[in-house]
């Protein structure tokens, strides 16, 4: 990873080193630089755009639409067609992949999709890009667009982005046609054309390098199209190029996959071999394709010297004949790759505390239990904090949690299971072998505070197990339009941070300076726990009657505070044995006095009277 | 020493049970004599806080402690009433 890194940075620097010297060197090579650089902020500004409207509608869509494979393979066709950004489309997969919303099969059938869908943006530009004076449709977009982004309607916001991403995107094409006319003046670029096999294979290669440095298979297609159009380049390189962005467009899905789990690995590696394939396919039988292309342009009254619309139809083409050639063997696909790609050998974990040597000794057992357990508290306080999209250094820092929630809105997939297994089973069972091993039969003072410290690791894998349950909604509403669904949801990552940060403070209390009478300040979070599920109930219940959300929204709410209450429950149950160090007598002295439940509610009413 | 006496000391510390309840009893006594501690600083501080969320944390906080204080009076009737042979 560290050379990975590195490779990055040199490969960065060198490209920025030969760019400089490139736009200092050619004013007209400038202005096809710039046309690029304007066209890759267009997309940027449309994804953005289209990220604000993937709220509910996108998921809803996804989640009826992927049932069966060609309802996948459509909805890949369509959403890439209508977004124009299959790297958005295969990012939103990943992430969906990632919380067990989507399978594999049902991933590999959208980045199917999203490789036909992304073929429409050669047809625009051919077809309409250079046909028509596109910077006159440009400027308006813009203008418009921008005003739009200015307003604080997020809708509004959303669509400003989208019409100024696309101003953007055709005042790129603009500046590339113009800057390849003049370019064209001064240096003829087809003198460095080549022919057969050899021309084939080294476009192909220029084709990845240039989308791999880019990043986008479109902005790379509306080169080769813009150069293709002034005879900058030769039809047949313009086919080895396309050839080679459709391979080098993977690389979006690779980076993203890196830190993916290993779902988004898998799909990152079926897309890698779905177009390395059909990459193959088409090297192989570029001459049969070119027949082919020439036949379809004849059929549609495409004139035979448009080599640019020719080459839209062949970009379509080869990308359709490996969707019909893998889609009978993406079961073997996904059999295949589960194989390569299996879930990394987790390090698990091991218990730091729990030794032979303490055994011996009652007391230094029990403690060596406790620290242990505090450890694995911690492991689970990290686990439920990036869970829920947050960083645990930044929650226990003196950071506004407000604020942090609000920075933190788009929540990244995160691998419960595995890190459940990494950092928290292997210290759980230990501590249950080792309280099972202690013989404490002829000692019960000690024996009743190892059921408790059991106890309260059941409570930690519990409340992780809730998280989890949580998190799948959590995902889905991250994206929502709807801010009182997203209020509330904000409302529950708050709460449990908030939680985890006040029990962290009074760990950290009672370690130093020890807590008397500890065990009795729970009660003081048990009644705002419960407050605080009275208020989140009633806040829901009025949003559903007011048609603020809708029921099936509300539902989802209703269950999902259930689980923030049952983490929190559990959280405040485990700190109260872990967290508290006292004479055995002593604590069950004070457990006497803790309020049970009908107290506590007792404790609400006084107030409330 | 008195016999009687000697003979009441001698029957107490044969008397596991009643070592126990005395036990019992001085714990939730000390503990008592802390929430009592604890409330009379939170009374304190609640004076000087004036209005806001502060306040209510404190209020409930107190509202808390009356409470677990008002159950460990219950809990020390209960003990001495067993003591004196009271059901």
Redesign the interface.
């Known amino acids: 990873m560290v050379l990975f890194i590195m490779i990055k940075k040199i490969l960065l620097l060198t490209i920025f080193i030969l760019l400089a010297y490139a736009l200092w060197l050619s004013p007209d090579f400038n202005q096809i630089a710039a046309g690029v650089a304007i066209f890759l902020f267009g997309m940027l500004s449309l994804e953005q755009g289209f990220q604000s409207f993937t709220g509910g509608t996108l998921e809803n869509i996804l989640s009826i639409s992927t049932d069966k494979l060609w309802k996948s393979l459509g909805f890949g066709v369509i959403s890439t067609t209508l977004m124009q950004s299959s790297s958005l489309v295969t990012v939103i997969t990943i992430s969906f992949l990632s919380v067990g919303i989507l399978d594999l099969a049902a991933g590999i059938g959208i980045i199917f999709g999203a490789n036909l869908g992304t073929t429409t943006g050669a047809w625009l530009i051919a077809g309409f890009g250079l046909k028509v004076d596109i910077a006159a449709y440009a400027m308006p977009m813009l203008v418009l667009g921008i005003l739009l982004v200015l307003q604080k309607n997020k809708t509004l916001k959303g669509l400003g982005a989208i019409l100024a991403g696309m101003g953007f995107l055709f005042l790129g094409i603009s500046y590339m046609k113009e800057g390849f006319e003049t370019f064209r003046e001064t240096i003829d670029l087809t003198q460095y054309a080549l022919t057969g096999t050899k021309g084939l294979l080294i476009f192909t290669l220029i084709g990845i390098a240039a989308t791999v440095v880019m990043q986008s298979s479109h902005a790379t297609m509306v080169l080769i199209i813009t150069a293709l159009s002034v005879q900058e380049i030769t039809y047949e390189n313009a086919l080895a190029l396309a050839i080679g962005s459709n391979v080098g467009t993977t690389i979006t899905a690779i980076i993203g996959a890196l830190s993916a789990s290993v779902e988004g690995k898998r799909l990152a590696g079926a897309h890698l071999l779905f177009n390395v394939i059909t990459g193959l396919i088409a090297l192989l039988m570029v001459n049969q394709f070119i027949v082919v292309v020439d036949l379809i342009a004849d059929a549609v009254d495409i004139s035979e010297s448009d080599y640019t619309l020719k080459l839209a139809i062949f970009h379509t083409l080869f990308n359709l004949v490996g969707v019909a050639i893998m889609l009978p063997f993406i079961s073997r696909m996904v059999i295949f790759l589960e194989r390569a790609l299996r879930s990394e050998g987790i390090k698990v974990d091991q218990p730091k505390y729990l030794n032979d040597a303490a055994m011996a000794f009652p007391d230094t057992l029990v403690s060596a239990v406790r620290q242990e357990t505090v450890r694995l508290y911690q492991h689970a306080s990290h686990i439920i904090l990036k869970t829920i999209g947050l960083s645990p250094r930044s929650v226990f820092s003196e950071q506004d949690l407000q604020q942090l929630i609000v920075q933190s809105r788009k929540i990244p997939p995160y691998d419960v299971d595995v890190a459940y297994n990494r950092s928290v089973k292997g210290i759980y069972s230990a501590i249950i072998a080792y309280i099972s091993q202690a013989s404490f039969t002829w000692e019960m003072r000690q024996s009743g505070s190892l059921y408790w410290l059991r106890e309260a690791s059941r409570h930690i894998v519990e409340a992780i197990k809730d998280t989890k349950h949580l998190q799948k909604n959590l995902l889905k509403t991250s994206f929502s339009t709807n801010h009182f669904v997203t209020d509330e949801y904000e409302k529950i990552r708050y709460q449990i941070a908030d939680l985890l940060r006040q029990l962290e403070l009074f760990r950290l209390q009672a370690e130093t300076a020890g807590e008397e009478i500890g065990l009795l300040s729970f009660d003081v979070f048990k009644v705002k726990l419960k407050e605080q599920d009275q208020q989140m109930n009633a806040s829901i219940d009025a949003l559903i009657r007011e048609h603020k959300i809708k029921p099936e929204e509300g539902t989802s709410l209703i269950n999902d505070s259930s689980y923030m209450y049952e983490i929190k429950n559990h959280l405040v149950a485990m700190a109260e044995t872990v967290f508290i160090v006292q004479q055995q007598n002593t604590t069950e002295s004070e457990r006497e006095l803790t309020l049970d439940d009908n107290e506590l509610v007792k404790v609400m009413q006084t107030e409330n009277d | 020493m008195g016999k009687k006496k000697l003979l009441k000391k001698l029957q107490d510390f044969f008397d596991a049970d009643q070592r126990e309840k005395e036990?019992?009893l001085s714990?939730?006594k000390?503990?008592l004599k802390?929430?009592k501690e604890?409330e009379r600083k939170l009374q304190k501080d609640l004076e000087l806080c004036g209005i806001g969320d502060k306040c209510e944390a404190l209020?409930?906080?107190l509202?808390?402690?009356y409470?677990?204080r008002m159950?460990?009076v219950k809990?020390v009737k209960e003990i001495k009433d067993k003591g004196k042979g009271k059901t």
């Open positions: 036990r019992h714990d939730i000390r503990i802390k929430l604890k209020k409930q906080e509202d808390i402690i409470a677990q159950k460990g809990i």
